[in-house]
Every structure is written in structure tokens, then in C-alpha cells.
Nanobody, 115 residues
Framework: QVQLVESGGGLVQPGGSLRLSCAAS????????MGWYRQAPGKKRELVAA???????NYADSVKGRFTISRNNAKNPVYLQMNSLKPEDTAVYYC?????????WGQGTQVTVSS
């Protein structure tokens, strides 16, 4: 079992920045990859960015060059630095941890980009 807690969401103006954090607890040794997903009202949940235990990363085309996923040497927490935010980035952002049979989600944090 892995528990995930997201933080760092909020209201920001277009062009602004936010940093989301995802702290994992429990059987974190079983985690192979962690990712950030988002879901806007009326839309499907989509992958934003992911990072593996070997620090390989991948990003949705819509956020490349603006968002960066990272973590410190302890591999926990995982961060999502979001720059040059746009209104279309507004969504609930979820953290996900995967590894073997593990597939855990956090409760989500709201990001609203509006003037």
C-alpha cells in the first residue's frame, strides 16, 4: 500500500507559476514510476508528466517546455513545476504511483488559471 498526498494547488493568473508536490508514504520501495495527471470538468483524465525510478521523464505535448517533473535525491516527494500557465491548464491534478501490482492515486489538488 502506498499513500499519496498532493499539495501546492491554487489560483494563479495566466503566465504565472505553481509548484505541486506529491509525498508518498507506506511501501514506497515498490514504486517504479510516479506521474501527474489532470482532469478538467467534462474531460477525461490525462497524463501530464511522469518520472521513473531511473529518472526517465515524459510529458504531454501540451505542457512540454512549460512543466518540469522532478524529485530530490531521496526520490520523495515528486514535484511538478508549472510555468507559463494558461487557462486551459485549469484542472484537478492527481499524483499516481505505479510498480508491479501497485497503482495508487492521490486525492487531487485544484489548479485554477484565471485573471
Amino acid at each position: 500500500q502506498v499513500q499519496l498526498v498532493e499539495s501546492g494547488g491554487g489560483l494563479v493568473q495566466p503566465g504565472g507559476s505553481l509548484r505541486l508536490s506529491c509525498a508518498a508514504s507506506g511501501s514506497i520501495f515498490s514504486i517504479y514510476a510516479m506521474g501527474w495527471y489532470r482532469q478538467a470538468p467534462g474531460k477525461k483524465r490525462e497524463l501530464v508528466a511522469a518520472i521513473t525510478s531511473g529518472d526517465s521523464t515524459n510529458y504531454a505535448d501540451s505542457v512540454k517546455g512549460r512543466f518540469t517533473i522532478s524529485r530530490n535525491n531521496a526520490k520523495n516527494p515528486v514535484y511538478l513545476q508549472m510555468n507559463s500557465l494558461k487557462p486551459e491548464d485549469t484542472a484537478v491534478y492527481y499524483c499516481r504511483a505505479r510498480g508491479g501490482v501497485l497503482d495508487s492515486w492521490g486525492q487531487g489538488t485544484q489548479v485554477t488559471v484565471s485573471s
